[in-house]
């Protein structure tokens, strides 16, 4: 089952929701940027998908592959190409899709919506890391995944009837392990390669988080008394309650 930003708003809104409703403060912990761009701001709504649209423009990358899609979408729309990787299927064929279903680019309709719902007010924290730090905790993460019994996990799900061209299965581990049963290349390449495609995402997710001036960075445990002074302030000047279920107020720290 693919799952979008679109279902982690309405799931997260959903627990919001209840524990708002117990008198609690809800902490919302990691997801992406897009996701809790789309939890806090809201999303561009109201284009649904078209199947036949779909499976032509599927067809159209089988015969010129992601790159050739994506340049075709760098035509129609030059700003959403410039925010979607080449070879990230998924996201080029819903650019595309959305044009051709409206005739304008998505990036247009971005601009329309601005993202400017703010259906909750929020304290958003965000744990510095040095980088060499990071990459390190990550390279353990890893073979700690590897270890734990990634391989096995992949191996039943593709015994199962999964296709590895799942959304699921072409995310970071899932591809790599897939393509070593597939006997691209061996176990040690496909932890190199998970390793190396992690970072490259952590790096992304930090030059998105970095656009967003709302985020308070900070080192920890180094400053740790810092964040539970924020954390204080906003819990003392910050109302607990739901003041409505059509788009009231709630609290949410990040």
């Not at 809104?13 to 912990?29: L, N, Q």
């Not at 996201?91 to 959305?98: G, N, P, S, T, Y």
Request: hydrophobic share 30%.
């Amino acid at each position: 089952e693919d799952f979008s930003a679109g279902l982690f708003r309405r799931y997260a809104g959903e627990a919001i929701s209840e524990i708002v409703g117990r008198g609690k403060v809800p902490i919302v912990a990691g997801g992406t940027g897009l996701y809790i761009k789309a939890l806090t701001e809201g999303l561009v709504e109201g284009v649904e998908g078209n199947t036949e649209v779909r499976r032509r423009l599927k067809e159209e990358a089988e015969r010129v592959g992601p790159r050739g899609l994506w340049e075709r979408l760098r035509e129609v729309d030059p700003q959403s190409a410039a925010r979607v990787h080449p070879h990230d299927l998924y996201r080029i064929l819903r650019a595309l899709e959305i044009y051709h279903c409206t005739g304008t680019p998505a990036s247009a309709l971005r601009g329309r919506h601005r993202f400017s719902e703010r259906p909750y007010e929020t304290l958003k924290i965000g744990l510095w890391r040095p980088r060499e730090t990071l990459y390190r905790r990550i390279d353990q993460r890893v073979e700690e995944m590897i270890k734990g019994g990634l391989r096995d996990e992949v191996k039943g799900l593709l015994e199962r009837g999964y296709s590895p061209e799942l959304k699921s299965m072409r995310s970071i581990g899932y591809r790599q392990m897939v393509e070593h049963l597939q006997g691209v290349y061996p176990l040690e390449e496909a932890s190199r390669r998970m390793k190396r495609d992690t970072r490259r995402f952590a790096k992304r997710q930090m030059t998105w988080f970095k656009r967003d001036p709302e985020i308070h960075w900070l080192s920890y445990p180094e400053e740790r008394d810092r964040i539970m002074e924020l954390v204080a302030d906003f819990l003392t000047r910050a109302p607990t309650e739901q003041e409505g279920a059509d788009g009231g107020k709630t609290e949410e720290t990040h």
